[in-house]
Each structure stands twice: as structure tokens, then as C-alpha cells.
T-cell receptor, first 110, second 111 residues
């Protein structure tokens, strides 16, 4: 158990609606990450955070925003969901030289 | 060129075989090397972690790092059907920074 909880685990939403995925950690780690994983592309970094209110963009940040108002929570928001954002999203934490993942959030945009 | 290259497979072996999974990388600054196992519809699970060059063994699993060749390997001895999963390599240059992943190798162990 990596001490990471993602919610919701599964969601179906309509094109154009906003969606927020939540990542909660119980271990007080500074660095948190959001990845998406797609066939043929592997894991791609969307955004990451290195502290409360400190975030930065990753490789595929367009269409996504994040917020971190508390150390334990890192939120990923799709401002206006598109079908290309149908994917599985993984939150991760850096425990010091290694990265640990949550169980994933499966998002389908119809 | 990608930072990390990994053959996607799929790889299919009989139960009991020795499996070799490999990744190559281009950034000589990488110092921390990880292997993850990912079962279908689950998150990646850390399997092995090594620092710098050398070997590390944990039960049936051995991780090798050859920094001179920029090549890392994961060996699985006496493979079991429960080892059937996708294996991802990952690496980073320093603490609390960026991690770079291979795209994963799909492994099936046939009973």
C-alpha cells in the first residue's frame, strides 16, 4: 500500500464537461505527480507539484490544470473534457529516489 | 530520440523459463533505476530499485545496471504464470525530480 488514494476510480462524462480527479496521500511527501497512460505512449507526465501551491507543467499539460492547497491533496482538473482525454490517470508520490503510484482513475469521455 | 527505450514485446515464455527484460537510455546523468510490474487494470507496483551500477537480487528477480553501456536489465528466474504482467523500467537523475519511463514490455508466462 503506497498510501495513495485516487477518486473517483471510474468515471464516464460527456464532452465539454469539467472533471476533477483527486489524489490523497497519507505520508506528507513533497512531490506529487499526475500521469496518464495510453497504449503505445506509456506513462506521460501531465503536471507535478513540489509543495503547497507549487506546481509545474509536464509533457502533456494542455487541457489540464492542477491545484494543491494542502500537502496531502493534489487535484487534476479537465476544464472541458474531450474524447482525447479518455485514459487512465495515475497519481504518484516521490518517496525519495523512487516513485509510487496510486491504483488509477479510469476516465471515459463520450 | 526518447530518453528511455524499451522493447514492447509481447514476450511469451513457458513456466520455469528465465526471462530477460531490458531498457536502454541516453542520459548519462541517470543514477536511480527502477523496475515496475503492472497487472491489467492496476497501478504500476515497484519491483526493484538500484542506485548506480551493479546488480541487485530479490528472490527470483535480479536487476542489473551497466552505466557504461546505458543499459539495464531485469531477470526473472523460474518464471511463474503469476509473473504475467507488463514490466516498466524507470530512471531519474536525482531526488524529487523527473522520472523517465519505458513504454513497458508485456510478458505472458504459459503454464
Amino acid at each position: 500500500d503506497a498510501g495513495i488514494t485516487q477518486s473517483p476510480r471510474h468515471k464516464v462524462t460527456e464532452t465539454g464537461t469539467p472533471v476533477t480527479l483527486r489524489c490523497h496521500q497519507t505520508e506528507n511527501h513533497r512531490y506529487m505527480y499526475w500521469y496518464r497512460q495510453d497504449p503505445g505512449h506509456g506513462l506521460r507526465l501531465i503536471h507535478y507539484s513540489y509543495g503547497v501551491k507549487d506546481t509545474d507543467k509536464g509533457e502533456v499539460s494542455d487541457g489540464y490544470s492542477v491545484s494543491r492547497s494542502k500537502t496531502e491533496d493534489f487535484l487534476l482538473t479537465l476544464e472541458s473534457a474531450t474524447s482525447s482525454q479518455t485514459s487512465v490517470y495515475f497519481c504518484a508520490i516521490d518517496r525519495g529516489n523512487t516513485i509510487y503510484f496510486g491504483e488509477g482513475s479510469w476516465l471515459t469521455v463520450v | 530520440q526518447k530518453e528511455v527505450e524499451q522493447d514492447p514485446g509481447p514476450l511469451s515464455v513457458p513456466e520455469g523459463a528465465i526471462v530477460s527484460l531490458n531498457c536502454t537510455y541516453s542520459n548519462s546523468a541517470f543514477q536511480y533505476f527502477m523496475w515496475y510490474r503492472q497487472y491489467s487494470r492496476k497501478g504500476p507496483e515497484l519491483l526493484m530499485y538500484t542506485y548506480s551500477s551493479g546488480n541487485k537480487e530479490d528472490g527470483r528477480f535480479t536487476a542489473q545496471v551497466d552505466k557504461s553501456s546505458k543499459y539495464i536489465s531485469l531477470f526473472i528466474r523460474d518464471s511463474q504464470p503469476s509473473d504475467s504482467a507488463t514490466y516498466l523500467c524507470a530512471m531519474s537523475a536525482n531526488t524529487g525530480n523527473q522520472f523517465y519511463f519505458g513504454t513497458g514490455t508485456s510478458l505472458t508466462v504459459i503454464p
